[in-house]
């Protein structure tokens, strides 16, 4: 949990980052939301990517034990 709450506070800080050098500029309006937007996702391709990773494999870790349990609970009905 703490992996995605990391990538995604980091996401945010860079938009805003983003949004308001573009606003220093002079872009305004949907424009600016857009724009901000596109530049944003690709610079946390380009620098978010070991954390996005560390994030990716936490989650699918919690996936994983979501199954089991599930799949233990299917068999303990099925023995019933």
């Known amino acids: ?16 980052a983003v949004a308001l050098v573009l606003a220093l500029v002079g872009v305004h309006g949907v424009t600016l ?3 901000a937007l596109g530049i944003s996702a690709i610079l946390s391709l380009l620098f978010l990517s070991r954390l996005r990773d560390r994030m990716s494999a936490s989650l699918t870790r919690r996936v994983d034990r979501f199954h089991a349990r599930l799949d233990e609970g299917t068999r303990a009905e099925d023995t019933d």
């Open 1 to 16: 949990m703490r992996a995605t709450l990391s990538y995604t506070l980091l996401r945010v800080l860079l938009f805003l």
């Open 33 to 35: 939301l857009a724009v």
